[in-house]
């Protein structure tokens, strides 16, 4: 079964700095997708950032970008220039290509961002 | 476009009684998808249709639980009778496969309360 592990309960960073959360995961699937959902305060899981395992390029969107190990399946997501909008509890998730289109999910990272 | 329209968005019940919650995916998508959060299991998937078919119920966690789809633009999630253990935030979120179908976009979410 896949399985999604985020191993910080909790990260802070002070306003401006960069920060990086972890995820790794367990499968054995060569083919997915993987995400990082943001979760704020008003409980709407906004989609953060999506890489596909065969792309080897990592995926970036403005201030987010991924660091994309596929053989250590491993997927951080690093926050550049932090904002404090960007405190929110972040969930990374996979899911397979073919068959299931269920998304499995990580435990969260709680982000806080210091002014 | 309007996004993924849950209600209520927050729902307190008594133990026994009937719960119904409602979802109107976005226009065009042909899976949808409805997810438990709680804190102790986190993101869960519970069921999900594909061109208002069910297709995987199996983390329905028990027979007290249906969901249906009639048409393509309205899903309900019934629990009845309701119990406190069911207290949690429900997720129903969409996707469009020809598009990809790699994205699910959430709704904000039916926080239940059962007493």
């Known amino acids: 079964a896949q399985t999604v592990t985020q191993s910080q309960p909790e990260m802070s960073v002070q306003e401006a700095e960069t920060v990086t959360l972890s995820c790794t995961y367990d499968?054995?699937?060569?083919?997915?997708?993987l995400f990082w959902y943001k979760q704020p305060p008003s409980r709407q899981m906004i989609l953060v950032i999506r890489?596909?395992?065969?792309?080897?390029q990592n995926a970036t969107e403005n201030r987010f970008s991924v660091n994309f190990q596929k053989a250590a399946k491993s997927f951080s997501l690093k926050i550049s220039d932090s904002q404090l909008g960007d405190a929110a509890m972040y969930f990374c998730?996979?899911?397979?290509?073919?068959?299931?289109?269920?998304?499995?999910f990580g435990q969260g990272t709680r982000l806080t961002i210091n002014p | 476009d309007a996004g993924v329209i849950q209600s209520p968005r927050h729902e307190v019940t008594e133990m026994g009684q009937e719960v119904t919650l409602r979802c109107k995916p976005i226009?065009?998508?042909?899976?949808l998808f409805w997810y438990r959060q709680t804190m102790m299991r986190g993101l869960e998937l519970l069921i999900y249709?594909?061109?208002?078919?069910?297709?995987?119920d199996s983390g329905m966690p028990e027979d007290r639980f249906s969901a249906k789809m009639p048409n393509a633009s309205f899903s309900t999630l019934k629990i009845q009778p309701s119990e406190p253990r069911d207290s949690a935030v429900y997720f129903c979120?969409?996707?469009?496969?020809?598009?990809?179908?790699?994205?699910?976009?959430f709704g904000p979410g039916t926080r239940l309360t059962v007493l």
């Open positions: 979120a969409s996707s469009f496969m020809l598009a990809g179908g790699d994205t699910q976009y």
């Open positions: 499968t054995s699937e060569s083919d997915y997708y």
């Open positions: 890489q596909e395992a065969y792309k080897q």
């Open positions: 998730a996979y899911r397979v290509i073919q068959g299931a289109q269920k998304l499995v």
């Open positions: 226009s065009g998508h042909d899976y």
């Open positions: 249709f594909n061109n208002n078919v069910p297709i995987d």
